[in-house]
């Protein structure tokens, strides 16, 4: 009988401590809630401006791709498939070795460029899938600019045939 008023007295406390804590839980669901309808807004938003990068990049009539730190082409646009003559496809991967004529001196420099991440300039010659060979001039550089670099972004300047 003497513990009946103690029991009570816990039992009350621990009461407004469940109470408490719902409320705290209430609360961080909430948050959770904000926090997730605001990442799914975000998520909306980045697909959008992605949509619109991806088209001014397609319709560049720049050839260009983007390549990997193992030299695999990772994306490629459409003036640098209609430059070789080819479906895009063809192009990611290992594909551009088909079309692109290199030496000993165009890899060694592409090598210096990747180990000292600087810009990588060069003339280069394309063979397009009808055989016709197209002289360029070539820049790729790091991407992000400051290293460790996640990928290689090159340009093509066609210059004349050969």
């Given at each position: 009988a003497r513990t009946i008023p103690k029991l009570a007295e816990t039992q009350e406390a621990s009461g407004k401590a469940r109470g408490a804590l719902q409320t705290r839980d209430r609360h961080f669901h909430g948050e959770f809630r904000r926090l997730h309808d605001r990442l799914d807004s975000q998520d909306i938003t980045l697909?959008?401006?992605?949509?619109?990068?991806?088209?001014?990049?397609?319709s560049d009539p720049v050839p260009q791709f983007v390549c990997g730190l193992d030299?695999?082409?990772i994306d490629v646009n459409q003036a640098y498939a209609?430059?070789?003559?080819?479906?895009?496809r063809h192009l990611i991967g290992w594909g551009f070795?088909?079309?692109l004529e290199s030496d000993e001196a165009h890899i060694a420099e592409?090598?210096?460029?990747?180990?000292?991440?600087?810009?990588?300039?060069?003339?280069?010659?394309?063979?397009?899938?009808?055989?016709?060979?197209?002289?360029?001039?070539?820049?790729?550089?790091?991407?992000?600019?400051?290293?460790?670099?996640?990928?290689?972004h090159w340009y093509i300047t066609v210059t004349g045939t050969v």
């Open positions: 697909e959008s401006i992605q949509h619109r990068i991806a088209g001014a990049w397609d030299g695999r082409n209609d430059m070789l003559s080819v479906d895009k070795k088909n079309f592409w090598v210096s460029c990747l180990k000292d991440h600087r810009v990588f300039i060069r003339e280069a010659v394309f063979t397009t899938a009808t055989g016709k060979r197209v002289k360029c001039s070539v820049r790729a550089w790091p991407q992000p600019e400051s290293p460790p670099a996640r990928a290689w």
